[in-house]
């Protein structure tokens, strides 16, 4: 059952050491992940689709499955040429469409101040390479709270969708009611209209008649 539940999770791996990336994969695919492998943060930017690395007209990668697919999680090299590992995770954390996506930063220096660095920046963890399976079976707690953080998301979103739609037909009967009572409103003021009409005209009538009877009359 846990297989078939880590199945599911998409990884994006990022390291410019072939070595390093070929490992990297191997240990995730042998836990059941899903995985993309890229060289650069500026390829994993473009994997993301954050609009930054299309209008630089990067070259896409070329190892991995469709950019539609989700990704659950990201472990990224510290050390990388053109765009530190660090620089890739502010760039995550401040876009607010990939900001909730869990990152893990891997080095082969143990710098207690890079470390705190990364942590404090939004990282969830920091592996010493050689990265060992025993380091990304840690992984998964990550991706499990990065979805259940998505699925909460997504009921609040339907959440807010249902109070939309509520809202939407409240106002919707509060029209139909003002629209009625608008009507009831025309029809009472058109049968007063008429009423009005009709008693004016039976007075008129009346009154002629009583004049006519007065005008017959013979005086002596």
Known sequence: MGMATEAQFHVLAVDDSIIDRKLIEKLLK???YQ?????????????????????RNLSPPSLCPSQE???NLIITDYCMPGMTGYDLLRKIKESTSLK?????????????????RCLEEGAEDFFLKPVQLSDVNKLRPHLLKGKA???EEEEEEEEEEEEEEEEEEEEEEEEEEEEEEEEEEEE???EELSSNKRKNVEESLS???????FNGLEVV
Do not use: Y
Not at 41 to 46: D, H, I, P, R, T
Not at 100 to 116: G, L
Not at 207 to 213: I, V
């Open 207 to 213: 009154h002629d008649r009583t004049r006519a009877r």
């Open 30 to 32: 042998t836990s059941s």
């Open 69 to 71: 697919m989700e990704v």
């Open 149 to 151: 953080r998505e699925e």
């Open 188 to 190: 009472e003021e058109e």
């Open 35 to 55: 995985v993309t492998a890229v060289d650069s943060g500026s390829k994993a930017l473009e994997f993301l689709g954050l609009q930054e690395a299309e209008q």
């Open 100 to 116: 909730d996506i869990p990152v893990v930063i891997m080095s082969s220096e143990n710098i207690p101040s890079r470390i705190n």
